[in-house]
């Protein structure tokens, strides 16, 4: 599984009701219940901001505006993406500044958002592998059609460009270069003329429109299968 492919709506809330709800949904291989909801606020950022899994690690609240007019949370390349855009302004949605808030818990004890050091911990893919397993989603770079964390960038840059984003607005808001994002998406065709804010806000509200409990709950019962 080396190519890309998009997380659907359904896998996506299957996932956050098993992430989600720790305390609830007891994980037999012995993951802490706050690891599973931290994979679950990570997840969440991914598909709001389209940045790349290492950019999203190395978020510290210095780059957090809320001040601006609107919010703004300041990307900064990770060392293989510095031939593109060094820097680069995501808005901050009503979604994503909840996303935000829950870790400001930690703030005093860490300066990165997501992490203790800026890096990535193997437990989180360890979790990230065991919520699809539960959740009858693929899983990995050696199964077919396999899910990978890194697939939320794609997902988020496909709808965006769907709900009628130029392609070059896409590129910036992802760090990509022009020539990149033609190569790519050049054959999405744009639905309508949405904003990069309300499309980010209606993508997710529509993501998020079935009951990802209910979801979680007809699964396990054996009421639906994956689709």
């Given amino acids: 599984n080396t190519g890309k492919r998009l997380i659907s709506d359904a896998e ?29 606020w990570i997840l969440r950022a991914l598909m709001l901001t389209g940045t790349r899994v290492g950019e999203l ?14 919010p703004i949370l300041t990307i900064r390349a990770t060392k293989t993406a510095k031939k593109r855009a060094s820097v680069r302004p995501v808005v901050i949605t009503s979604d994503l500044r909840a996303v935000l808030e ?66 070059g607005q896409v590129g910036r808001l992802l760090g990509n270069d022009p020539k990149t994002m033609l190569r790519h998406y050049d054959g999405i065709a744009p639905l309508d003329d949405a904003r ?5 806000e209606k993508i997710e509200k529509r993501r998020l429109g079935s009951n990802p409990e209910k979801i979680y709950q007809s699964f396990v019962k054996g009421e639906g299968q994956p689709t």
């Fill in 102 to 167: 829950a870790q400001r818990p930690f703030a005093a004890e860490r300066q990165y958002i997501f992490t203790k050091g800026g890096n990535h911990s193997p437990k989180y893919y360890k979790i990230i592998r065991r919520a699809c397993e539960a959740m009858g989603i693929p899983y990995g770079r050696e199964t077919v059609n396999g899910l990978l964390l890194r697939f939320a960038r794609h997902t988020t840059a496909t709808e965006l460009l769907r709900a009628g984003m130029p392609i």
């Fill in 12 to 40: 996506y809330t299957r996932l956050l009701a098993w992430l989600g709800h720790p305390g609830r949904y007891l994980d037999e291989r012995g993951h802490q219940p706050e690891g599973r909801k931290h994979v679950y």
């Fill in 57 to 70: 690690y190395k978020l510290k609240w210095s780059d957090v505006d809320l001040s601006a007019n609107p």
């Fill in 196 to 200: 990069a804010l309300e499309a980010l």
